[in-house]
């Protein structure tokens, strides 16, 4: 078995992932996404999506970009898709 470095949780079907040439190891996507998930440089949430970056600064939308002054940067929409509020 393997221990999860975020919960210790001791597990018969944890996973390692590797990134950026740093092994580690999991026992759930839940645990590997509080460890790995870059945070939004505004409002703090986990980026979990595709999420927007501008000079090694990641924002989790283009909204959370533009409150900290970066205007250029566009989410991605589908043409002809609608949002209902």
Do not use: W
């Not at 950026?20 to 026992?27: K, M, P, S, T």
């Not at 996507?29 to 998930?37: K, M, N």
């Not at 440089?41 to 924002?59: K, L």
């Amino acid at each position: 078995m393997a221990t999860c470095e975020v919960c210790g949780n001791d597990y018969d079907k944890a996973f390692k992932v590797l990134m950026q040439g740093e092994r580690h190891l999991f026992d759930s996507f839940e645990s590997a996404l509080q460890a790995l998930a870059p945070r939004c440089a505004h409002c703090n949430t986990r980026i979990v999506g595709h999420g927007v970056e501008d000079d090694g600064h990641y924002f989790c939308c283009a909204h959370c970009a533009e409150q900290k002054g970066v205007t250029e940067l566009k989410d991605r929409v589908h043409e002809g898709a609608a949002i209902e509020t």
